[in-house]
């Protein structure tokens, strides 16, 4: 679990990157970016639309999907790399990795300092500009595997 502290200081970032951008935040902004933040699912805007409808009945779900957009642009949230579904978002900016289950699609956050430090081959970086790397691992899932 997260503490308070990370947690206020994820909230000064928002509200620092969204001066930054001329994004105004707006109460429906920071409700839907505080919903993010508590997501340790990778959230798709539909999973985000259907936990804050409840608190705010009048938002609409194009508000959210408009608004989790806007915040990949700004550099707020991350989008999980896509297999042609959703866009799941990742509130975490911090290195780490996933680990996906290809038959419940649940994405688990891990830490490995090894995958961190991995070498790019020559023939990528002498082609391309790298600017993060992150390590996808893909199986079943420990509620899938019993199942
Ligand atoms: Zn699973
Ligand atoms: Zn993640």
Redesign the pocket.
């Given at each position: 679990m997260e503490s308070k502290l990370q947690q206020n200081k994820k909230i000064e970032m928002f509200y620092q990157r969204s001066k930054e951008h001329g994004m105004k935040i707006t109460p429906q902004r920071t409700a839907i970016y505080e919903e993010l933040l508590k997501a340790k699912d990778h959230p798709t805007a539909d999973d985000i639309y259907k936990r804050i409808v409840k608190k705010i009945p009048n938002i609409s779900f194009d508000t959210v999907n408009r608004t989790l957009l806007t915040f990949s642009k700004i550099g707020i949230t991350n989008v999980v790399e896509g297999y042609g579904q959703a866009k799941r978002y990742d509130p975490d900016m911090d290195i780490h990795h996933h680990f996906r289950?290809?038959?419940?699609?649940?994405i688990i956050d891990f830490h490995s300092s090894e995958f961190d430090n991995i070498t790019v081959p020559d023939e990528i970086s002498k082609q391309f500009t790298v600017i993060s790397k992150k390590v996808v691992l893909e199986g079943?899932?420990?509620?899938?595997?019993k199942g």
């Open positions: 289950c290809i038959h419940c699609g649940s079943l899932c420990s509620k899938c595997r």
